[in-house]
Nanobody, 125 residues
Framework: QVQLVESGGGLVQAGGSLRLSCAAS????????MAWFRQAPGKEREFVAV????????YYADSVKRRFTISRDNAKNTVYLQMNSLKPEDTGVYYC??????????????????WGQGTQVTVSS
């Protein structure tokens, strides 16, 4: 089992920045990658960014490229999401997720076995 706890959400004006954290505990060594997803009201959960524990390789959704940065601290088993130039359409509940390998691509929810409780991000215009 892997436990995930997110923090860092809040209310920010458009153009502002927030930094989310996701602390992992438990059998973290069984996970190969950590990702961030988000879900706006009435919409499906969507992929935001992913990072591999082993080599730090990252991948981003087109909508957040050059604005968001995912990073990791292996010693702390923590993943971060630095969000800059925030837009109202970035509003939603942000979830971190951990996988256990498998054949699904990194961008789909089905790859991930463990999820955090979510943290609300609200961007006002």
């Amino acid at each position: 089992q892997v436990q995930l706890v997110e923090s860092g959400g809040g209310l920010v004006q458009a153009g502002g920045s927030l930094r989310l954290s996701c602390a992992a505990s438990g059998r973290v060594f069984s996970s190969s990658a950590m990702a961030w997803f988000r879900q706006a009201p009435g919409k499906e959960r969507e992929f935001v960014a992913v990072i591999r524990w082993s080599d730090g390789t990252t991948y981003y959704a087109d909508s957040v490229k050059r604005r968001f940065t995912i990073s990791r601290d292996n010693a702390k088993n923590t993943v971060y999401l630095q969000m800059n130039s925030l837009k109202p359409e970035d509003t939603g509940v942000y979830y971190c997720a951990a996988d256990q390998g498998g054949s699904y691509v990194y961008t789909v929810t089905a790859r991930y076995n463990y999820w955090g409780q979510g943290t609300q991000v609200t961007v006002s215009s």
